[in-house]
Each structure stands twice: as C-alpha cells, then as structure tokens.
C-alpha cells in the first residue's frame, strides 16, 4: 500500500464539482492510501482577503506530494491576478518546468476531424513551464500618455531550455516515437532561433530519435491536416499553451483535457489539473464534464509509480465514452457530472 498526501485546491466555477469527482476515483484505488487536505484559496478567497492564497501558502504546499487543482478565475478577478497569484506561482516556486499534456483521441471520443483514425492523433506535448514568453518580465512606460510603451520580454535560459528539450528526448526515445520542436525562429529572431539552435544541438546526442523543426504556425494547419505527423512535441511556454488547446479540440473537447505541472526530480510536489478552466457560466449546474479530471488523476497515478492503475483509470474513461449511455451536455448527453462520475468509478472498479 502506497501512502500519499495531496493537497486540493477546488478552485472557482466547476473546479469543486469535477475535483470532487476526482477525488472520490483517487479513494476508491486500492494502491493508494490517500490523506487529502483541502485548502480554499481561488477567487472567492481573494475576493474576501485580497489574496489568492496566504503568504505562507507556498511553505504549506511545500510539505505534500502532489496538488491537485480544480480551475481559477471568476468574473470580477483580473485574469492576470487570478493566473499569476495562484497557478504561476505554484509553478514557479516548485520549479515545475515540464507541463505535461497528452492530445489523444480515445477510444469513444468525438473528433471534428473528417475521415480522422483513433490511432491518428496521439501526441504528447511537453511544454516548458517556467520561463519563456510566461516570465513575467517587460516594463510598462508613461502610463497615459500618448508616447506609452509596453514591452514584454520573453526570457530564454540556456538552462531553461536544454532541460526541456532533453526532458522531451528522453521521453520520445523511451515512447519510441518522433519528436517535434516548434518555433517561430522566422519572426522572433533571438528566442526562437536559440530555441532552434539547442534543440539541434541535443539533437546530435539523440540519433536514434526521429526529429523535425515545424513554425507555429504551419504547425496549428498540421495538426488538422495531418495530425498522424506528431508523436512528442516540444515547445515554449506560450505555444505550448495554444496548440494544446487546439489539441483539445481535435481530440474531444476542453472537457477531456488534462495537464500535469511535473518538477520531474521530485524535489518539490507536482501538480495536477483539468485545463477547461473555470467555466463560469455552467458552474452550480451539475454538468460539467469530469473526464479531463479523471484523466489528471491518470496522470498523478503514473507520477507515483502506480502506472497499472493509471491505465486502468484511462480505460475506464474509454469505456463510459464507448457505452455512450451517460455523457454530459458538452458531448452530446444528458448527464451530469456525478452520474458520469458514478460511470467512470465503475468501470474501474470492473478492471480491478
């Protein structure tokens, strides 16, 4: 028996229901001796304290395995506030620099794609995390006046970024698949052509792994087009951000996307999350689609080594997606999130 303790943080809007749901699939693994603390920090929070979470919130996390994140943001909270007071600065204090996010199309799964095969899209992005375009750096200039100026400044480590890229060789060779950089060296001609230039550099340590150098942009058409072209991609922070949720839509929806924030080390928590946000609009309605969450829960299950029982995790959402009996609104059905919970809880139970 694996003993574990993960902090959650539900978050705002649908965060809480799907995190629940969650959580009652991480109970119910048989592997795993769960102790889950639940800390209420998010939107509503900072709209009652002025913080998204306490000063000392960081040196709480600190002492858990994994987090476990719902959704941020609320009407009424800046997007930057809720971003960077919260989800930047788990990241950036636990040095979570892979963002892991598979694009996948399961077994059962919508595609928009035509004439699109299952086995035909099956990517793993592998995103850098902590700097890039997502730094934080830039300066903002004669506030007001007609002769303003706002820079932002994208920052690109030699550290930074070999680590990446060699995160995403080591990962493709082990898949043995290709791997993909995308830039845009074409335009950003200091970030983008160093990206290009370490990333053929680590290539030549790699010779058993199939590489190619795709723009961004003819990267976005390909993976319409010709989405069989991608096995492990690697990209910056803030092309990663986009293409995933491109991803997102070729292979299922926002409500089957899920991410993981891995300090692969091991030196501080990972964290854990559903990317579809926090989708207001639905929250308190009990329809929110739980399957990104579940998968995220895959994910945390393969971050503890209990790989057989993130499979099964994943071929229980393939299963209730192949049934086709309970889906909620955003695939087509009319259930709600517990019922599709309940679904999912037992066709796991049924692999065990």
Avoid at 1 to 13: F, S
Avoid at 67 to 81: C, K, M, T
Avoid at 90 to 114: E, H, M, T, W
Wanted: hydrophobic letters at 45%; charged letters at 25%.
């Amino acid at each position: 028996m694996l003993r574990k303790k993960i902090a959650v943080i539900a978050g705002d809007g649908i965060g809480p229901e799907v995190i629940a749901q969650g959580l009652r699939l991480l109970r119910a693994v048989p592997s795993l001796e769960l102790c889950a603390d639940e800390f209420p920090w998010g939107c509503e929070y900072y709209l009652r304290t002025g913080k998204m979470m306490p000063d000392d919130g960081i040196a709480t996390l600190s002492g858990y395995d994994a987090i476990f994140l719902g959704a941020v943001g609320a009407p009424g909270v800046p997007d930057h506030i809720s971003l960077w007071d919260l989800l930047l600065k788990i990241r950036k204090s636990f040095d979570q620099y892979i963002n892991l996010r598979p694009v996948r199309l399961l077994r059962g799964a919508p595609c928009p794609l035509k004439n699109a095969r299952r086995e035909d899209i099956d990517m793993l992005f592998i995103r850098e995390n902590s700097e890039g375009e997502y730094a934080g750096a830039g300066e903002h200039l004669f506030p007001g006046r007609p002769d303003e100026v706002v820079l932002q400044t994208g920052v690109f480590s030699r550290f930074g970024t070999e680590r990446v890229i060699r995160y995403a060789f080591e990962t493709a060779r082990r898949l043995g698949k290709s791997l993909t950089s995308i830039s845009k060296g074409n335009a950003l001609n200091y970030s983008m052509v160093f990206w290009d230039e370490v990333f053929r550099e680590i290539a030549r340590e790699y010779p058993d792994v199939e590489t190619h150098s795709l723009l961004v942009d003819a990267a976005s058409m390909l993976m319409v087009l010709h989405p069989e072209r991608f096995g492990v991609v690697v990209c910056s922070n803030l092309f990663g951000d986009i293409l995933t949720d491109l991803g997102a839509a070729i292979s299922g929806g926002m409500g089957l996307a899920a991410g993981a924030n891995l300090n692969p080390e091991g030196r501080f928590p990972s964290m854990f999350e559903p990317i579809h946000g926090s989708a207001p609009d639905i929250a308190g309605r009990g329809i929110a689609n739980p399957l990104a969450t579940f998968w995220s829960v895959s994910q945390m299950l393969d971050s503890f080594g209990l790989f057989d029982d993130a499979a099964k995790v994943l071929a229980a959402i393939e299963d209730v997606l192949t049934d086709g009996r309970v889906r909620t609104p955003d695939l087509g059905g009319t259930g709600s999130t517990a019922e599709v919970g309940d679904a999912v809880l037992r066709a796991y139970t049924a692999r065990l």
